[in-house]
C-alpha cells in the first residue's frame, strides 16, 4: 500500500503539469484531456505525432513515464471501463469489465 499522500500529491503535480502543458499539447493534437488522479484519459487528432506529445510529457519531469494504449476494434479499457467507439453514431458505449 502506497503513502496515505500519494494520491493528494499526484493529483496536485499532474494539475501543474496540465496547467503548465496544456497550450502545447493541444497545439500537437490533444483534443480531449480527462484525469483521475494520476490516471489520464487523452483523445487526440489521428494526424497527431504520439510520440511528440508523449516526448513533451515525459520531459515535463525525470521521475515520470506516461505511457499509452491505442484502441484496438474500436474498444479501449481504462480504469475497469471498456469503452467502446460506434463511430457510425459518433458516440461511445461503455460497459464495466
Known amino acids: 500500500m502506497g503513502a496515505p499522500l500519494a494520491p493528494i500529491i499526484a493529483d496536485i ?5 496540465e496547467t503548465t502543458l496544456m497550450d502545447e499539447l493541444i497545439s500537437l493534437g490533444v483534443c480531449e484531456w480527462h484525469r483521475y488522479v494520476d490516471d ?11 510520440n ?12 515520470i513515464k506516461i505511457t499509452y494504449k491505442v484502441e484496438k476494434d474500436n474498444e479501449l479499457e481504462f480504469l475497469e471501463v471498456k469503452f467502446i467507439r460506434i463511430p457510425e ?5 461503455t460497459t464495466i469489465y
Open 52 to 63: 511528440g506529445i508523449l516526448s513533451v510529457l515525459n520531459g515535463f519531469h525525470p521521475s
Open 89 to 93: 453514431r459518433h458516440t461511445f458505449e
Open 13 to 17: 503535480f499532474m494539475a501543474y503539469l
Open 40 to 50: 489520464t484519459f487523452v483523445f487526440i487528432n489521428p494526424s497527431a505525432n504520439v
